[in-house]
């Protein structure tokens, strides 16, 4: 539900549609003096800045009630400062300064998708490589469907690579994700992802700072990386290159001082030159695990546990003495109380009652007082 005065929902689309997304300066002024105020302003003739004319002309060419109520028609809600489903994570970006020419707070967001933004709260940021390899992809789909299980949505960026496994592995345990795009939300990039984005619109959320219908570009990408981050407790990297974009996520992430955190790969690789960058230079927390992550994003004692299962069978939870007499039960041709116990280093009674104690495990065998591992055992070991 929209909550924000509607002079001023208009005046930021009609900025929204003028201003390049994440521009620092248009974003400082319209949280200074409002965005009617700095539309009234841009509006007025005589000005000697430099383009001051050309960001008038635009400026009145910009019509933000049809623009919004085309969007409505595609089902694209505009949500903003002030508005119920604001999430306040990216007021932040007021004071986290300036990356690549980009920053400030958005003047608002382009959103398709039933998920509120401003149930984000708990979020983490899976990023990393297009260029990924099958141990980014598995390692950033397990991190994904763990945080999933968890209740923790996944914000990334609908990239081939990490991003796609990121959101492929939170929706395949039916946990919510949502992808910030670098272009309109009713376009599709890359095209290859229509039927994700298609089924995160409908399921989950497709979310731009760009307005519909406009396309992706080189800056968009660096001011999209700001809202990834800030709509996050924390942003994970798995696998990055020297000079891959998620590393430009993770520096807004420090900025912004959420948790920033690392996957380690192989020495070897070149994907992974990034993330052990981050991790070597102390700008980024090693990570194995969404429980490690969960461990450095969630308050105190409301972490979720998504791993360590209790011991699965009877050899888990066996002791140190029936360890020892077990490993030295033969696994084929049966052996005697005493041939047990001398491998075991153990005294014979009490070989044989650890014995009896295996057996009723079933985890051994015994015929004619011979002793050997039983077929289940012998399947685990």
Do not use: K
């Not at 910009?62 to 409505?72: F, I, N, S, V």
């Not at 409908?202 to 660096?222: D, K, N, T, Y």
């Not at 920033?260 to 070597?280: F, K, Q």
């Amino acid at each position: 539900m929209s909550t924000a005065p509607e002079a001023d929902r208009l005046a930021r689309i009609a900025l929204n549609l003028m201003a390049e997304p994440g521009d620092p300066q248009v974003c400082a002024l319209a949280q200074e003096w409002g965005a009617a105020e700095l539309r009234r302003r841009l509006l007025e003739p005589g000005s000697e800045e430099p383009g001051a004319l050309d960001v008038a002309t635009r400026l009145a060419q910009a019509d933000p009630a049809r623009q919004l109520e085309r969007a409505a028609r595609h089902g694209i809600r505009f949500v903003m400062p002030g508005d119920a489903e604001w999430p306040s994570g990216l007021d932040a970006l007021a004071h986290a300064g300036v990356l690549s020419d980009r920053g400030g707070v958005p003047l608002g967001l382009w959103v398709r998708g039933p998920i509120r933004l401003d149930e984000l709260t708990s979020a983490v940021a899976v990023v990393g490589a297009r260029s990924a390899t099958g141990y980014g992809s598995t390692t950033a789909a397990r991190i994904a469907a763990d945080l999933g299980r968890a209740g923790v949505p996944v914000v990334s960026g609908a990239a081939f690579g990490i991003d796609e496994a990121a959101h492929r592995g939170a929706l395949s345990v039916g946990g919510a994700t949502v992808a910030v795009l670098a272009c309109g939300v009713d376009r599709v990039y890359p095209a290859a992802h229509r039927d994700l984005l298609e089924h995160l619109a409908a399921h989950g959320a497709v979310i731009s700072e760009a307005p519909p219908g406009w396309a992706p570009m080189r800056v968009r990408f660096l001011a999209r990386n700001r809202i990834i981050a800030a709509l996050a407790r924390g942003t994970v990297v798995v696998e990055a290159a020297s000079r891959s974009g998620a590393l430009n996520t993770a520096r807004w992430s420090s900025q912004l001082n959420r948790e920033t955190m690392a996957v380690p790969g192989s020495v070897t690789s070149a994907t992974s030159e990034g993330c052990h960058r981050l991790i070597r230079d102390g700008a980024a927390t090693l990570v194995t695990t969404a429980a490690e992550v969960l461990e450095l994003t969630e308050p105190m004692g409301r972490v979720h546990p998504v791993e360590e299962p209790n011991p699965s069978g009877p050899r888990d939870r066996l002791g140190t003495r029936q360890r020892q007499v077990l490993d030295a039960v033969p696994a084929v041709q049966p052996a005697g109380t005493e041939s047990i116990a001398r491998t075991a280093g153990i005294g014979v009674r009490e070989v044989h009652d650890v014995l009896t104690q295996l057996l009723a495990l079933g985890l051994v065998e015994c015929a004619d007082a011979r002793w050997r591992l039983s077929h289940r055992a012998r399947a685990r070991h």
